[in-house]
């Protein structure tokens, strides 16, 4: 099963929220999400379980904790949605519709 881990601070690293998550069970991967250019972390993971009933167990007691100030968003984690296709805006000309006469 695997879980979203959201709201984290910014210096969690993926070894911290294996920690964070490991009392609940057998954990296969735990990642935390960066953004690609800077490297830096988007305050968002994922924390994969061997068993659901161990990523269900990790729901129920870590969503809301308080961590370092910031209470996280723990829940099941679902398939990203396509994002909406930015090829074919329609206004054809950068937002200037301007006539010169």
């Not at 953004?35 to 009933?53: L, P, Q, W, Y």
């Not at 909406?84 to 937002?95: F, H, S």
């Amino acid at each position: 099963m695997k879980v979203y881990a959201g709201n984290l601070p910014f210096s969690v690293t993926d070894k911290d929220l294996a920690a964070m998550f490991e009392q609940f069970g057998q954990i296969t991967e735990a990642v935390v999400i960066k953004d690609k250019f800077s490297g830096r972390s988007k305050g968002f993971g994922f924390v994969t379980f061997a068993e659901k009933a161990s990523g269900e167990k990790a729901i129920a007691e870590m969503n809301g904790k308080d961590m370092q100030g910031r209470a996280l968003t723990v829940n099941e984690a679902k398939p990203m949605e396509p994002r909406a296709d930015r090829g074919d805006r329609g206004d054809r000309g950068g937002g200037f519709n301007r006539r010169r006469f």
